[in-house]
C-alpha cells in the first residue's frame, strides 16, 4: 500500500473515531418545520455539550443551550445574552432522557 493511501485511510479512520467519540454534531428531534436542533459534544464525559435551534435554511441562530461541565447556560437569539439557566445540567446517568429534557427546555426557552 503507498503511503498516500495509508494516509487516507489513517484520515478516514480518525474522523470515524472522532464522531464516534462525539466530537461532530448530530439532529435531535425537533417538531418546528424549517428548524433544526443540533447537538454536540465538547467533552467532560459528555458533560460539556451544545444544542442549538436554527433555521434549517438560513442557519440563523433561534436559541442555545450550553453546559459547560457544570452549570447550564441558555441564549435566544443570535444576538441574545448568555444567562445561567440551572446550577446542573441534563446527564445521561441521572436517569433521564437527555435529548428529551433538552428539547423540552429549548421550547420552553422559546417558548413553544
Known amino acids: 500500500m503507498s503511503s498516500l493511501a495509508m494516509a487516507l ?7 470515524g473515531a472522532q464522531a464516534a467519540a462525539g466530537m461532530g454534531s448530530y439532529t435531535l428531534p425537533w417538531n418546528t418545520r424549517g428548524e433544526v436542533l443540533e447537538y454536540r459534544s465538547c467533552g467532560c464525559g459528555d458533560s460539556c455539550w451544545v444544542a442549538e435551534v436554527r433555521n434549517a435554511h438560513t442557519r440563523a ?11 447550564l447556560h441558555a441564549q435566544v437569539g443570535p444576538k441574545g445574552v448568555e444567562r ?12 433521564i432522557d437527555k435529548p428529551r429534557a433538552i428539547r ?7 417558548q413553544r
Open 84 to 95: 445561567v439557566q440551572a446550577a446542573s445540567c441534563p446527564a445521561d446517568g441521572d436517569g
Open 9 to 15: 485511510l489513517a484520515m478516514a479512520f480518525t474522523s
Open 61 to 71: 441562530l433561534k436559541g442555545r443551550l450550553r453546559c459547560d461541565c457544570e452549570r
Open 104 to 110: 423540552e427546555s429549548l421550547e420552553h426557552l422559546l
